[in-house]
Antibody, heavy 118, light 109 residues
Framework: EVQLVESGGGLVQPGGSLRLSCVVS????????MHWVRQPPGKGLEWVSA???????HYPGSVKGRFTISRENGKNSLYLQMNSLRVEDTAVYYC????????????WGQGTLVTVSS | QSALTQPRSVSGSPGQSVTISCTGT?????????VSWYQQRPGKAPQLMIY???KRPSGVPDRFSGSKSGNTASLTISGLQAEDEADYYC?????????FGTGTKVTVL
């Protein structure tokens, strides 16, 4: 069974930091490009970061310089280090796989909620 | 990168067809044949329904179909069923980044 399990969400003050983790099972993690996608409460989806199997990283302007995506293939794990958090970063964060070079998202985790508030 | 534009809602009776549009630009939808569609039920993670404009993953019913013309992609649900009631999002690749649509709520009357 394919599973992606996120953890590390919670309440943090503006300007603070948080590190999300995602442990995957049921598919060959090392041959998947991986992403984080977020969804603010009651709103739409926003792509947040990508990490290819070749080690290339990509971010949208809204998080570039503040967020860092990384992975440990030996632990089947994906991470998102989030610094200088803003109220507008409040969202459910999904860990998502992309079969290498396919430009679509599948499978998805169930998400972890990050709340940035004072 | 601005979000792709989708109608806020569409509705139809069981058995009818509905079409959701997804309008981007010549830098995303219009340039790449990498448009995908996702279904999201309340409280659940999104699920891939269409990829590469018009391909269906195994397990997705053939009443779901995709197409593209110029800067606008479309998702059509034929023979609408009660279980199709959900939010739908399009997504396009755009030069090492991805942009999602604003989302459309499909209501089965």
């Amino acid at each position: 069974e394919v599973q992606l399990v996120e953890s590390g969400g919670g309440l943090v003050q503006p300007g603070g930091s948080l590190r999300l983790s995602c442990v995957v099972s049921g598919f060959t993690f090392s041959i998947y490009d991986m992403h984080w996608v977020r969804q603010p409460p009651g709103k739409g989806l926003e792509w947040v970061s990508a990490l290819t199997t070749a080690g290339d990283t990509h971010y949208p302007g809204s998080v570039k310089g503040r967020f860092t995506i990384s992975r440990e293939n030996g632990k089947n794990s994906l991470y998102l280090q989030m610094n200088s958090l803003r109220v507008e970063d409040t969202a459910v964060y999904y860990c998502v796989g992309e079969p290498i070079g396919n430009n679509w998202f599948d499978p998805w985790g169930q998400g972890t909620l990050v709340t940035v508030s004072s | 990168q601005s979000a792709l534009t989708q109608p806020r809602s569409v509705s139809g009776s069981p058995g009818q067809s509905v079409t959701i549009s997804c309008t981007g630009t010549s830098s995303d939808v219009g340039y790449y044949n990498y448009v995908s569609w996702y279904q999201q039920r309340p409280g659940k993670a999104p699920q891939l329904m269409i990829y590469d404009v018009n391909k269906r993953p195994s397990g997705v019913p053939d009443r779901f179909s995709g197409s593209k013309s110029g800067n606008t992609a479309s998702l059509t649900i034929s023979g609408l069923q009660a279980e199709d009631e959900a939010d739908y999002y399009c997504c396009s690749y755009a030069d090492s980044s991805y942009v999602f649509g604003t989302g459309t709520k499909v209501t089965v009357l």
